[in-house]
């Protein structure tokens, strides 16, 4: 396979590949592709390298099906497309194909380290990130080790990094006790356009750019890229008791999804429902108080941003969303609820009281911003460069 997708015309292209090594420019792999939550955490510490050393060669790895396809281009990095291997959960055909995908992922890998002269990986787990580690081995076939380092952003650490892990330089986790033994506790990398936010000073241009008051309480609404149908359905069932308290509404619905809206009434506060929200920054800093999933990467933008949010874990997989809101709600910056006790009603009681309860929206504002790390990105790339550097001076390479 070892497709390549190359940057936009115009784009600044921070890749190397396939040039000559130059013994001070140092060449990075990022494994992180798949999903969002993958995904934008390898571009964060992309940048954060990039901050680091203008200079160094960063290769996102992805598969022609992930997100990557979009949205490394989209942020000016060099893309290599390999074999997709997804690990079934169950038996199935797909399970008797997986060693052979396996294998030829492998081969893909190694073949990208050795065009780009690759110093170090970094992954981030899920299918793409597999066949890296495998690959950084070096195997039998007298190709060079590369060193590992892991991050694990979810509470609970997936497949994929706890086979990593036994082999990685250094493993790095988003929380404490993910199942990684010796893992460093760093926080999640986040886009720098969400890190450095200052909700406060630009909440009177967010909240005209959605066309809400300067002073209007603003709940958003979102559930992940595609949405999720039951936050939907609660929260634009509770239209009317939103609308009767004055609490207008930023909802991102998700492209395959539709609201059934209420026409509103002369004077009702603005129920702004859209496909998906392009400038989560502008629609972080509008908002008073947020209704979302508990993947580990919403959670890490909404706490980083001081947001406080009512999360509703996903009510599928091994309960990690739960595990990812449990230290935000604990220090008193969110509220947790299952996805089948959120209804019209609830939001129409609980979510409006909290809106109206300044106070206590200032305090969740407060514990959930302590609760954020604004500044994992670095510390990954930090990490990464150290291992890179270990690596070429105890000649392994």
């Known amino acids: 396979m070892n497709d390549s997708v190359q940057v936009p015309a115009g784009g600044q292209e921070h890749s190397d590949s396939g040039r000559q ?8 792999v990022l494994a992180g592709g798949g999903t969002a939550g993958h995904v934008e955490p390898a571009m964060a510490v992309a940048d954060a390298l990039t901050a680091l050393d203008p200079r160094v060669r960063i290769t996102a790895l992805g598969t022609a099906r992930g997100l990557e396809t979009r949205l490394v281009p989209e942020r000016g990095y060099h893309l290599e497309l390999i074999t997709p291997v997804p690990l079934p959960r169950k038996p199935s055909a797909d399970l008797l194909r997986l060693p052979a995908r396996v294998r030829t992922a492998v081969r893909e890998v190694r073949d990208v380290f ?4 690759a110093d170090v990986v970094i992954g981030f787990g899920g299918y793409v990130a597999l066949p890296a580690y ?13 060193p590992v380092v892991i991050h694990e952003a979810n509470a609970s650490a997936g497949i994929a990094n706890k086979v990593g892990a036994r082999s990685a330089a250094r493993v790095l986790a988003a929380v404490p006790d993910s199942g ?26 967010a ?20 949405g999720a149908a039951s936050i939907n359905r609660a929260v634009s069932g509770a239209a009317d008791a939103l609308a009767a308290e004055g609490i207008a509404v930023l909802h991102a619905h998700g492209p395959k999804n539709t609201l059934d809206l209420r026409t509103p009434a002369p004077g009702d506060p603005p129920y702004v429902a859209v496909p998906y929200l392009d400038r989560m920054d502008l629609a972080y800093a509008a908002a008073d108080l947020a209704i979302c999933r508990s993947g580990a990467m919403t959670v890490a933008e909404v706490s980083a941003v001081g947001l406080p949010a009512v999360y509703v874990p996903l009510p599928i997989g091994n309960g990690e969303q739960r595990l990812n809101a449990l230290p935000v709600v604990e220090a008193g910056g969110g509220l947790l609820v299952d996805d089948a006790d959120l209804s019209p009603q609830f939001v129409a009681d609980v979510v409006a009281g909290l809106l ?13 911003a302590q609760v954020g790390h604004r500044d994992a990105a670095q510390k990954v790339a930090a990490v990464a460069m150290e291992v890179a550097r270990a690596a070429r001076t105890g000649g392994r390479r």
């Open 21 to 28: 090594r130059h013994d001070d420019v140092f060449s990075v």
């Open 114 to 117: 050795d065009d780009v002269h």
């Open 134 to 146: 495998l690959a950084a081995r070096g195997g039998l076939t007298g190709r060079h080790r590369v």
């Open 180 to 205: 990684l033994k010796n893992a460093e506790v760093v926080g999640i990398p986040v886009r720098s356009t969400i890190t450095g936010l200052d909700r406060a000073a630009l909440r009177a241009q």
């Open 207 to 226: 909240r005209a750019h959605f066309g809400f008051a300067e002073d209007a309480r603003v709940l958003l609404v979102f559930g992940g890229s595609q």
């Open 356 to 368: 109206r309860d300044d106070a206590r929206l200032a305090a969740m504002g407060t514990a959930t």
